[in-house]
């Protein structure tokens, strides 16, 4: 059964810094691309980052620069560091394995002075 579970969010001040993570069980997640997805209140879920099995990356343009998304495969463990953060980065940040469709419970970010 797979699980993702991610942690990490919070409240931070515009400018500021978080770093996400989200540990995976149930599957082998050395072989899969590994992605961060996130939804804003009122809005659709938004694709933000993604890693691939060898450590290749690619980010959405909003978050270019300013967002890292990284992976431990001994750890099971896909991470976003998250810097420079803006209001519009407020957000309820989730994980996901391309190898299938779940999805784990998503971690709150807000960015406010």
């Known amino acids: 059964q797979v699980q993702l579970v991610e942690a990490g969010g919070g409240l931070v001040q515009p400018g500021g810094s978080l770093r996400l993570s989200c540990v995976a069980s149930g599957f082998t997640f050395s072989s899969y691309v590994m992605r961060w997805y996130r939804q804003a209140p009122g809005k659709g879920r938004e694709w933000v980052a993604a890693?691939?099995?060898?450590?290749?990356?690619n980010y959405a343009d909003s978050v270019k620069d300013r967002f890292t998304i990284s992976r431990d495969n001994a750890k099971s463990t896909v991470y976003l560091q998250m810097n420079s953060l803006k209001p519009e980065d407020t957000a309820v940040y989730y994980c996901?394995?391309?190898?299938?469709?779940?999805w784990g419970q998503g971690t709150q970010v807000i960015v406010s002075s």
């Open positions: 890693i691939t099995s060898a450590g290749s990356t």
């Open positions: 996901k394995s391309d190898g299938g469709p779940s």
